[in-house]
């Protein structure tokens, strides 16, 4: 092969781009596994942060470290080797997992801005409904919404790609 060729070229640049797009997701995913376990930190060591708001980041949060401990890696590995390596079975569960967490975040997202929509909207409500003993079962229910949004695949409707 000619060390000029156009092939040679392109093959070079997707070397390069391999790297950068494989660098930039480790430095991400470190970043957001940092971040966000560091927000928990922070929160349980300070108890004028234990508010009904900040409960609701954590959740948001717990959702974002699962993102970057499961589906971050396994997208880097991939990346890496250039193929799938955890077959058809760990395709449908790392499928399952990412469409779960990244359906989890949007629904925190969800129950953030609805509880910031009471605070400011629906203010003599607020403490009524969004008490310190309600916000876990708000939480569990975002996941639970999240888990039957994700788990259809499972049963054959639709799939995961």
Known sequence: MVKDSPLAIVMAV???TEILESSSLAVICLVALVG????????LKNRRLRSVTNFFILNL???DILVAAVSMPITIATTVLGDWPLGQNGCVAVGFLTILTFIASVMGLALIAINRYYYVVQWKTYSHIFSKRRALPFCLLSWGISLALSVPPLFGWAEYR
């Open 14 to 16: 997707t070397d390069v």
């Open 36 to 43: 966000n376990i560091s927000l928990y930190i922070i929160v």
């Open 61 to 63: 949060s717990l959702a």
